[in-house]
């Protein structure tokens, strides 16, 4: 009956879906858990019934933690609330949800109790969960990637940084990663010059690795390209493409867990 409840409460609010979607439409959750991880969502549409639709997991930087649960939809959750609208314009159902962090980390377990709660609340396709995040969100995916190799139909990473070990272990998930030729924050090559490395030293990991991920890398851009790269046309499409050749991991908490 809940989720009945916040089908009808979410998706109400997407009859214009040619207009941009406002911050007060993503309903408020805390994780059922011992880490009780605020996260914002939205579903874009209604879905037929017994239909179970892609949920798309954005993860912010740095200067948007806190435990307020609105910080982390500052700037249109850095552009990525654009996926949301275009989402509604194509009428296509799907989950957008927006957890929040604290103290500059993203750990992989934090991400995870917010997808298994989005999950238990959402009929979610476990298929079919996306991560993407910015900055140290894009650390983040790549953190979360390695954490749970077998659970993400895809990663789009943005802005990040990670370390070339576990590359060999993420190298077959799908990836499309973005990164400005210019970045004065992450270094596209070193990162922060520490053992985190950068966008291009990463796509040459994961490809020598046998991977094949799409890159995206804009010419004299600096570090916030992420408006840009949430409205390439080609990102929504490929997103919804991406799905597990096997079962999920994130299933529901009645039936079994990850």
Same mark, same amino acid.
């Given at each position: 009956m809940r989720t009945l409840v916040l089908l009808s409460l979410l998706v109400g609010g997407s009859a214009g +879906? #040619?207009?941009?979607? %406002?911050?007060?439409?993503?309903?408020?959750?805390?994780?059922?858990d011992a880490l009780h991880v605020p996260y914002r969502a939205l579903l874009t549409a209604r879905p037929a019934r017994g239909e179970h639709v892609p949920l798309v997991v954005f993860l912010h930087g740095?200067?948007?933690?806190?435990?307020?649960?609105?910080?982390?939809?500052?700037?249109?959750?850095?552009?990525?609330?654009?996926l949301i609208d275009q989402a509604r314009k194509a009428g296509t159902p799907l989950l957008y949800i927006a957890p929040q962090t604290t103290?500059?980390?993203?750990?992989?377990?934090?991400? +995870? #109790?917010?997808?298994? %709660?989005a999950v238990h609340t959402f009929p979610v396709d476990t298929q079919r969960i996306v991560i993407t995040g910015i900055s140290d969100g894009g650390t983040g995916v790549w953190d979360t990637l390695k954490r749970y190799p077998k659970c993400f139909a895809a990663g789009v990473p943005m802005s990040g940084m990670t370390e070339p070990s576990g590359l060999r272990h993420i190298a077959q998930i799908p990836q499309w990663i973005f990164h400005g030729a210019e970045d004065d924050d992450t270094d596209i090559e070193w990162g922060y010059g520490g053992a985190q490395v950068g966008s291009r030293v990463i796509v040459r990991g994961l490809r020598a690795f046998g991977g094949a991920p799409?890159?995206?890398?804009?010419?004299?851009?600096?570090?916030?390209?992420?408006?840009?790269?949430?409205?390439?046309?080609?990102?929504?499409p490929w997103i919804l493409a991406q799905r597990l050749p096997y079962p999920g991991c994130f299933v529901r908490r009645d039936r079994q867990d990850d």
């Open positions: +879906a #040619a207009q941009a979607v %406002d911050d007060a439409e993503l309903a408020k959750y805390w994780s059922r740095d200067w948007q933690d806190g435990e307020d649960n609105e910080a982390q939809l500052d700037g249109y959750g850095n552009g990525s609330m654009q103290d500059g980390y993203w750990p992989p377990e934090r991400v +995870a #109790a917010a997808i298994r %709660d799409k890159y995206t890398e804009y010419a004299g851009e600096k570090h916030v390209i992420w408006s840009r790269a949430y409205n390439e046309a080609e990102l929504l």
